[in-house]
């Protein structure tokens, strides 16, 4: 039972433009929310999160949008760079548990 | 941010021989550290979760006496594949964990490649 969903596998956007990864979930326990960055053959790399009583969170060119009612979140990048090329995870976490539930990945290419 | 390591990077066995990996949290104690293998184009599979003085608590499906888990210190957690076979070839990521706040997050290794002839 795959709780967390990333339907997109793979995504490619222009330079410069915005990119727009998406991830839903099922378990409405889950209260904490990230998202990872992860380059072939290395570990993930943590970008950012926001917890259940926030609907939005910023960080540079990173947003994470958050819709509880439709268990849904998306991580926007603006503006994309080629160095943003990776594949990213969201994941999930529930109050009081420690372990993090991941979806299966979006493969980000961004085209000079 | 905070920084984990893994080693060894890479490695190649013989089936039926053991292999241990280690992970190490280099700037922070780490209150639990997480095992995941992750297959070609599959998501992170958590393995197992492992505090520090304690039995590492494993996934549904994960063989214990296969994989164990040593978690010496709060720095250092090892897993050892035991009599590998080529079916554990994969990739091997740990994660440490402070845990002072909810708002603390998991900083991951950079990964072991197992290739198991």
Redesign the interface.
């Known amino acids: 039972d795959q709780q967390v969903k990333q339907n997109s596998p793979s995504l490619s956007v222009q330079e410069g433009r915005i990119s727009i990864l998406n991830c839903d979930y099922t378990n409405s326990m889950f209260d904490?929310f990230?998202w990872?960055k992860k380059y072939p053959?290395?570990?993930?790399?943590?970008l950012i999160?926001i917890?259940s009583i926030k609907d939005k969170n910023e960080d540079g060119r990173f947003t994470v949008f958050l819709n509880k009612s439709a268990k849904h979140l998306s991580l926007h990048i603006v503006p994309s760079q080629p160095g943003d090329s990776a594949v990213y995870?969201c994941a999930a976490r529930d109050?009081g548990n420690?372990?993090?539930t991941?979806?299966?990945?979006t493969r980000l290419t961004i085209i000079p | 941010?905070a920084v984990?390591s893994?080693h060894p990077s890479w490695v190649i066995c013989k089936s039926g021989t053991s292999v241990k990996i280690e992970c190490r949290s280099l700037d922070f104690q780490a209150t639990?550290m997480?095992w995941y293998r992750q297959f070609p184009k599959?998501?992170?599979m958590?393995m197992a979760?492992s505090n520090e003085g304690s039995k590492a608590t494993y996934e549904q499906g994960v063989e214990k006496d296969k994989f164990l888990i040593n978690h010496a210190s709060l720095t250092l957690s090892t897993l050892t594949v035991t009599s590998a076979h080529p079916e554990d070839s994969s990739?091997y990521?740990?994660?440490a964990?402070q845990?002072q706040d909810?708002?603390d997050?998991?900083?991951?290794?950079?990964?072991t490649?197992l290739t198991v002839l």
């Open positions: 904490y990230l990872y053959a290395e570990g993930p790399t943590f999160s917890s995870f109050f420690e372990k993090l991941f979806g299966t990945g | 941010g984990v893994q639990t997480f599959q998501s992170l958590l979760t990739f990521i740990c994660s964990y845990g909810i708002t997050t998991q900083y991951f290794g950079p990964g490649r």
